[in-house]
């Protein structure tokens, strides 16, 4: 069974308007869980990470997410998106050692 | 302060021939990790380097072999390719092996075998 589990494979959004990008987490994995963007022909770029305490999570460029242990989710929020924030989301966490499992990938399209 | 680089940056190969690639972690980083990342997938953990020992596998076959050296920076060798190694591959350095210090990645190297 996949570890991380991101629910959508595409989000298409208008500009300025909120999204919200889910991913589950089984009990296989850790829960030092994260965030990560990547634009196209780059690598990634880390957005933000929960390691513990708060469970909610401020990142760059205006993302938070939230750590629900009971819902075993991490959502990934914006309460407006721009043009520029159109690029591949990939949640993450540890699975063994510092080794990261990535998700499949949420493919987010802010048009305006 | 230069961050992760790999090198090339394109490269295409034909079925059975070898292929090195190249990082070169960020200044202070001493762990090298490696990831497959197929067309349209998240990236896949291959390796991780610590002290010039590979620390942590995934679940990748014994073609895919890795080296680090004195100053840290790494290679990833891949024998007998085949078609389905087609794809980007992520070099990531942390500093240490603790699960709270951040790896940054690099641009990659996108491994085309034809």
């Known amino acids: 069974a996949q570890s991380v589990t991101q629910l959508d494979s595409q989000v298409p959004v208008f500009e300025e308007a909120p999204v919200e990008l889910r991913c589950n987490y089984s009990?296989?994995?850790?829960?030092?869980l994260f965030w990560y963007v990547q634009y196209p022909n780059q690598g990634l770029q880390l957005l933000l990470k929960?390691?513990?305490?708060?469970?909610l999570v401020k990142g760059i460029n205006g993302f938070e997410a939230e750590f629900n242990k009971s819902q075993t989710s991490f959502h990934l929020r914006k309460p407006s998106v721009h043009i520029s924030d159109t690029a591949e989301y990939f949640c993450?966490?540890?699975?063994?050692?510092?080794?990261?499992?990535f998700g499949k990938g949420t493919t987010l399209s802010v048009s305006s | 302060d230069a961050g992760v680089t790999q090198s090339p940056t394109h490269l295409i190969k034909t079925r059975g021939q070898q292929v090195t690639l190249r990082c070169s972690p960020k200044?202070?980083?001493?762990?090298v990790s490696w990831y497959q990342q197929a067309l349209g997938q998240g990236p896949q953990f291959i390796f991780q380097?610590?002290?010039?020992?590979?620390?942590q596998r995934g679940n990748f076959p014994d073609r895919f072999s890795g080296h680090q050296f004195p100053n840290y920076s790494s290679e990833l060798n891949v024998n007998a390719l085949l078609l389905g190694d087609s794809a980007l591959y992520l070099c990531?350095?942390?500093?240490?092996?603790?699960?709270?210090?951040?790896?940054?990645f690099g641009p990659g190297t996108r491994l085309t075998v034809l």
């Open positions: 990531a350095s942390t500093k240490g092996t603790s699960r709270t210090n951040e790896q940054f």
């Open positions: 009990s296989s994995v850790s829960v030092y």
């Open positions: 929960y390691l513990s305490g708060s469970t």
């Open positions: 993450a966490a540890h699975q063994a050692g510092t080794a990261l499992i």
């Open positions: 200044s202070g980083h001493d762990t």
């Open positions: 380097y610590y002290e010039e020992e590979e620390r």
